[in-house]
């Protein structure tokens, strides 16, 4: 049974360029969160998906968008890359019920020179 | 949102029990505790979670006080593979609205020493 899988695992981009992550989703979950995790830090929510639409956001500014496809699967696009940007990029399912477990990716290592 | 303190860190012996202390003072009467682990390199890996009865599972067991207000994280023979970082989370009330949003904060670095 195949968990939350990522990619790529790590990218590197330069400052003002666009760059879309992937995540596919934990066999039998419906709801995709994406968090970003600055070095030394705990994870920060983004948003959440479920049923192709953006449910929850967290603090992030316009430039961090997303998508769900009807599998499931989900993107995470930031636009206008900053240095601050660099950072360590989650994925986390679930199923799309109250108080269930979050299981989460190994992440998308995201470096902006 | 109810907020979490965790020590910073901790040291423990190989092949003892490790107790990871959480307060939640202003956890909401329908907020679970979660616990999750991140290794270096890794995603973070749940744990387990509870409302307000003690819970096991095959990695470890959580105590949650009776006034809810801390809770306990025990790894009962802790080995080398244990050393993460250790996140309680407290997550939002039960509406649909708070589906997503778990709340990291900065952990308590485990380290088990042989």
């Known amino acids: 049974d195949a968990g939350v899988t990522q990619s790529p695992t790590h990218l590197i981009k330069t400052r003002g360029q666009q760059v879309t992550l992937r995540c596919s989703p934990k066999s039998g979950h419906d709801t995709v969160s994406w968090y970003q995790q600055a070095l030394g830090q705990g994870p920060q929510f983004i948003f959440q998906?479920?049923?192709?639409?953006?449910?929850q956001r967290g603090n992030f500014p316009d430039r961090f968008s997303g998508h769900q496809f009807p599998n499931y699967s989900s993107e995470l696009n930031v636009n206008a890359l900053l240095l601050g940007d660099s950072a360590l990029y989650l994925c986390a399912s679930s199923l799309g019920r109250l108080n269930q477990p979050q299981h989460f990716g190994d992440g998308t290592r995201l470096s902006i020179l | 949102d109810a907020k979490t303190t965790q020590p910073t860190s901790m040291d423990c012996a190989e092949g003892r029990a490790a107790n990871l202390p959480c307060n939640h003072s202003t956890i909401s009467g329908n907020e679970y505790v979660y616990w999750y682990r991140q290794i270096h390199s890794q995603g973070p890996q749940y744990i387990i979670h509870?409302?307000?009865n003690n819970e096991t599972n095959e990695m470890a067991s959580l105590i949650i006080t009776e006034d809810r207000k801390s809770s306990t994280l025990i790894l009962p023979h802790a080995t080398l593979r244990d050393t993460a970082v250790y996140y309680c989370i407290v997550r939002p009330a039960g509406t649909t609205d708070s589906w997503g949003k778990f709340q990291f904060g900065a952990g308590t670095q485990v380290v088990v020493t042989p």
């Open positions: 998906y479920y049923e192709e639409e953006e449910r």
């Open positions: 509870g409302l307000k």
